[in-house]
Each structure stands twice: as structure tokens, then as C-alpha cells.
Nanobody, 116 residues
């Protein structure tokens, strides 16, 4: 089992920045990737960014160049630096991890609201 706790969401004006954090605990030795998804009202949950143990990263086209995902393995924490935020980035952001067992784990979600 892996537990994930997110922090860092909030309200920001368009063009501003926020940094999300997600700390993992439990069976962290089994983690092979950590990432962020988001879900806006009335929309499906979508991948924002993911970082694998080997350092490979992947971003959604809509955030490429504005968001940066990073990871502190010593702290079992993943970060999402979000710059140049747009109103369309407004969503609940969920931390997720995949493990060698295959089952994904999810955090409780943190709200990000970008005002125009």
C-alpha cells in the first residue's frame, strides 16, 4: 500500500504560478512512477505530467513548456511547478503513483483555481 498526500493548491490569477507537492509513504520501494492528473468540472480526468524512476518525463500538450514535474527520491515526494497559469488550468489535481504490483494509487486531490 502507498499513501499519497498532496498540498499546494489554491487560487491564483492568470499568469501566476503555483507549486504542488505530493508526499508518498508506505510501500514506497515499489513505486516506479509518480505523476499528476487533473479533472475539471464536467470533464474526464486527464494526465498532466508523469515522471518515471529512470527520470523520463511526459507532459500533456496543453501544459508543455509551462509546467515542470520533478521528484525528490530521498523524500519520496513529487512536485509540479505550474507557471503561466491559465483559467483553463482550473481543476482538481490528483497525485498518482504506479507500482511494480501494477495497482495505481491516488491522493485526495487539491483544488487549483485560476482567475481571469
Amino acid at each position: 500500500q502507498v499513501q499519497l498526500v498532496e498540498s499546494g493548491g489554491g487560487l491564483v490569477q492568470a499568469g501566476g504560478s503555483l507549486r504542488l507537492s505530493c508526499a508518498a509513504s508506505g510501500s514506497t520501494f515499489s513505486i516506479n512512477a509518480m505523476g499528476w492528473y487533473r479533472q475539471a468540472p464536467g470533464k474526464q480526468r486527464e494526465l498532466v505530467a508523469i515522471i518515471y524512476n529512470i527520470g523520463f518525463t511526459k507532459y500533456a500538450d496543453s501544459v508543455q513548456g509551462r509546467f515542470t514535474i520533478s521528484r525528490d527520491n530521498a523524500k519520496n515526494t513529487v512536485y509540479l511547478q505550474m507557471n503561466s497559469l491559465k483559467p483553463e488550468d482550473t481543476a482538481v489535481y490528483y497525485c498518482t503513483t504506479t507500482t511494480t504490483a501494477g495497482d495505481p494509487y491516488w491522493g485526495q486531490g487539491t483544488q487549483v483555481t485560476v482567475s481571469s
